[in-house]
C-alpha cells in the first residue's frame, strides 16, 4: 500500500513539476523549480518501543540505515531543485557521509549546520549545481532556550531565462531553512515569536549590508506551528504566503484543511511550511508587525483568561484612575508571563512596545489608545484575490524590475495528510513531506515598505 501512494505521489509531483519542461520550446518558455521541505525524524528522537521509550532508532544501526536511504531514494527520484531538510542527524558521521556522497553524486552541493550545545541533531540545504549558483552561505545560531539555528543560502539561477530580453536583471533568491522550538508549554510560544523575529532581522540586515535589490525569499522548514498560531499571523503580516496554500487556493481560514506532523503527543496538525516572499510586496516595518505580533499574544493571554476589552482595560491600569501608566503596563507583562524569565522580553523590547502603544507619547495610554494599539493592534490583511502568490501590478519603464515566483502547485506525501487525516502505515518519519513548484516571472520592485 505504502508503494502504490509512493508512486501516485511522485506521479503527481512529475505530472506538474516537469510538464513545464517536457520539451527544449516549452522549457524556455516557463521555467519552473522545486523546493522540498522534510523533517526527516533523526533516529535520536525516534522511539522503535512504546512499551519502551527509552529504545531509540539510533541504538538499532540496519534500521535507521535503512530508514534513510529509502528517505534518499525518493529524493533522488524527485530531485527538487532545492532540498531542505531538518532533524539531520549530524552527529553521525556515517549518516553525513551518506548523504553528503549521494546528494554529490546526483548534483546537489549541500550545507548542513548542528544545533548548539551538541544536541545531535540540526538541518541540511542541498541545491542542484546546474541550476543554481553559489553567491553566499550564512548561519544563525538563536542561542536561546531550544539551541535551534537557522541556514540562509543566497543563490543566482545558473541561466538567465531567454524569453526576458534584459540580461540586466538578476536572477536571484535567499533561502532560509530552519526548525523552530516545540512549544512544550504556553510560555514558549514567545520564544518561538522571538525565533522567526531574529530571522527576519537577519535576512533584512544581509540585504542592507551587501545592499541587495529586492528579491524572492524562501522561508523552508518545520515551524511547530500551526495556521492559528502566533507565528502564522507574524509571517503573514510580513507579507509571506504559504506556498501550499497558494496552490490550493486555500485562505488563511482553512487550518482544517491539511496536516502534515503527528507529534509525540498523538495529535495532528500543519506545522511545515514553504513560506514566499515576492519582491513586488509592500511590507510593513519589521519592528511594527513584530510589536503586532507581541500585542496579539497580549490580547490571547487577556482573552484566555476571560477578561473583557474594560476588565482587560482595568487589569492594566490598575490602582490608576482612567489611565495606564509604564510601570502598569510591565507588571502586566509580567503577570501574563511575558516576562520576568530568561526568555522572556527585554527591557529594550518592552520600551518598543510601550512606544509603540503611547501614540500621543504623553508617557500614558488612556482607552482610545489601549483599544486602537493593543486590543484591536491587528496585521494589515493579506488579499485572497492573489491565486498565485504574486500581485497583479502592471509593468512599466519606470519601475525597476526583478524576478519573482509564481506557485504553480504543490503536494504534501502521504495523499490522505491532503485531506487532514494520518496514515498508521507511514514510518518514514512524523512528518509529511512538502514539494512545491514555482515558476519564475518578471515583476516590479516594490519601491516603498510603509
Known amino acids: 500500500m505504502r508503494a502504490d501512494r509512493w508512486a501516485k505521489s511522485m506521479g503527481r509531483i512529475s505530472r506538474f513539476g516537469r510538464s513545464a519542461s517536457s520539451n527544449k520550446e516549452n522549457q524556455q518558455q516557463q ?34 540505515l535503512s530508514r534513510n536511504h529509502r528517505i534518499l531514494e525518493w529524493l533522488l527520484n524527485e530531485m527538487s531543485t532545492i532540498i531542505c531538510l531538518q532533524e539531520f542527524w549530524v552527529g553521525n558521521e556515517e549518516l553525513v557521509s551518506l548523504y553528503e556522497t549521494t546528494l554529490g553524486d546526483a548534483g546537489y552541493v549541500s550545507f ?9 541533531d540540526g538541518l541540511l540545504i542541498a541545491v542542484q549545481k546546474e541550476y543554481f549558483n553559489i553567491l553566499n552561505y550564512k548561519e544563525l545560531h538563536f542561542n536561546d532556550f531550544g539551541d535551534r539555528v537557522a541556514q540562509l543560502l543566497h543563490v543566482e539561477l545558473a541561466s538567465p531565462f531567454s524569453q526576458w530580453p534584459n540580461s540586466n536583471i538578476r536572477q536571484e533568491i535567499l533561502i532560509v531553512n530552519t526548525h523552530l522550538l516545540f512549544p512544550h508549554d504556553s510560555t514558549l510560544s514567545l520564544v518561538r515569536l522571538h525565533q522567526v523575529y531574529k530571522i527576519l532581522q537577519y535576512v533584512e540586515s544581509y540585504q542592507n549590508d551587501f545592499q541587495l535589490k529586492p528579491m524572492p525569499i524562501m522561508l523552508c522548514g518545520d515551524w511547530n506551528g500551526s495556521k492559528r498560531g502566533h507565528v502564522y499571523k507574524f509571517l503573514r503580516s510580513q507579507g509571506f504566503v504559504s506556498s501550499y496554500d497558494t496552490a490550493h487556493h486555500y485562505t488563511d481560514a482553512d487550518a482544517h484543511k491539511w496536516v502534515s506532523h503527528r507529534n509525540h503527543r498523538g495529535n495532528i496538525c500543519a506545522v511545515d511550511f514553504i513560506w514566499l516572499l515576492n519582491p513586488d510586496k509592500y511590507r510593513k516595518l519589521l519592528k511594527a508587525s513584530w510589536s503586532e505580533a507581541v500585542f496579539g499574544m497580549f490580547k490571547y493571554l487577556l482573552r484566555r483568561a476571560s477578561l473583557t476589552e474594560s476588565d482587560a482595560f482595568a487589569f492594566l491600569k490598575a490602582d490608576n484612575e482612567d489611565c495606564i501608566s509604564y510601570s502598569g503596563f510591565c507588571e502586566a507583562l509580567k503577570q501574563l508571563s511575558l516576562t520576568g524569565h530568561c526568555h522572556g522580553l527585554n527591557d529594550e523590547e518592552i520600551k518598543d512596545l510601550w512606544l509603540q502603544a503611547d501614540v500621543d507619547g504623553n508617557g500614558v495610554l488612556d482607552y482610545k489608545e489601549f483599544l486602537q494599539q493593543i486590543w484591536n493592534s491587528t496585521a494589515p490583511d493579506q488579499s485572497d ?58 515583476m516590479p520592485c516594490s519601491q516603498l515598505i510603509c
Do not use: M
Request: charged residues 25%; hydrophobic residues 30%.
Open 31 to 64: 521555467p519552473c523549480i522545486t523546493c522540498t521541505t522534510f523533517n526527516i525524524l533523526a533516529p535520536i528522537y525516534k522511539r522503535i518501543d512504546e512499551q519502551d521509550p527509552s529504545l531509540r532508532e539510533s541504538d538499532y544501526r540496519a534500521f535507521w
Open 112 to 120: 548542513k549546520l548542528g544545533r548548539t550545545n551538541n544536541r545531535g
Open 385 to 442: 484575490d492573489n491565486k498565485n502568490g504574486v500581485q497583479d501590478n502592471g509593468l512599466n519603464d519606470s519601475q525597476d524590475q526583478t524576478i519573482g515566483f509564481s506557485v504553480q502547485n504543490a503536494v504534501l506525501f502521504p495523499p490522505e495528510v491532503e485531506t487532514g487525516s494520518w496514515p498508521e502505515d507511514y514510518s518514514l518519519s512524523d512528518h509529511a513531506r512538502l514539494t512545491v513548484v514555482f515558476s519564475p516571472i518578471r
